[in-house]
């Protein structure tokens, strides 16, 4: 394994529709985060795992977004209902807990929502 | 919240150019990282930031955190144009997750 994956790297959908991405993490990575990043600006944190423990949740995340990770390996990110302003770079991330951790990046799901 | 505020957001420069870019936050950092990023593709990790006054090089870019922990720079020798991309800073909290500025956007054109 060499790095971070996900799946699809590219969806279009029409609006109202339920979309869902997947993560793999690096093998050994017990940490794994969620972004969202938008044109002009840095990636924002959506939410995190560690193990199969989902942590934390962004305020900004509403309710119509949920994650998991049921083994602590794999994750999944679905949208339901998407809005045009889901439409979005979605950035997953894994790290080595604890202390400070380095995060690396997958390529990213692009979301178009019409 | 803690801002990171990145300067320039835009920067376009000549082949061989020096340039350097500043990541700024009213609050302490514990780290810093610096990230690159490609259009259509994630930040690729460039340096880990954690004592204050601390200088690392990577090639061409030197990566310096300020004495109170507070701002931190990215100076790029001789740029080409294959550095071009977006570079981030970004925190850590205690948490783990990260907290990213802005970017900055650099264009080398040859």
């Known amino acids: 394994d060499t790095g971070v994956s996900q799946d699809p790297r590219h969806k279009i959908t029409k609006r109202g529709q339920n979309v869902t991405f997947r993560c793999d993490p690096i093998?050994?990575?017990?940490?794994l985060y969620w972004y969202r990043q938008t044109l002009g600006q840095g990636p924002e944190f959506l939410t995190y795992?560690?193990?199969?423990?989902?942590?934390?949740k962004s305020r900004l995340l509403s309710d119509r977004f949920s994650a998991e990770r049921p083994k602590g390996s794999f994750s999944t990110l679905e949208i339901q209902r998407t809005e045009q302003g889901d439409s979005a770079m979605y950035l997953c991330?894994?790290?080595?807990?604890?202390?400070?951790?380095?995060?690396?990046f997958g390529p990213g799901t692009r979301l178009t929502v019409t | 919240t803690q801002l990171l505020e990145q300067s320039p957001q835009f920067l376009s420069i000549q082949e061989g150019e020096n340039l350097t870019v500043y990541c700024n936050s009213s609050?302490?950092?514990?780290?810093l990282q610096w990230y690159r990023q490609e259009p259509g593709e994630g930040p690729v990790l460039l340096v880990t930031?954690?004592?204050?006054?601390e200088v690392k090089k990577l090639k061409r870019l030197t990566f310096q955190f300020g004495d109170a922990r507070k701002d931190s720079s990215l100076h790029i020798t001789a740029a080409q144009p294959g550095d071009t991309g977006l570079y981030l800073c970004?925190?850590?909290?205690?948490?783990?997750?990260?907290?990213f500025g802005d970017g900055t956007t650099l264009t080398v054109k040859p």
């Open positions: 991330a894994s790290s080595l807990a604890p202390e400070f951790s380095e995060q690396y």
């Open positions: 093998s050994e990575h017990n940490r």
């Open positions: 795992f560690q193990n199969e423990a989902q942590l934390e």
């Open positions: 609050s302490v950092f514990s780290s």
């Open positions: 930031v954690v004592t204050g006054g």
């Open positions: 970004a925190r850590n909290t205690n948490a783990g997750k990260s907290t």
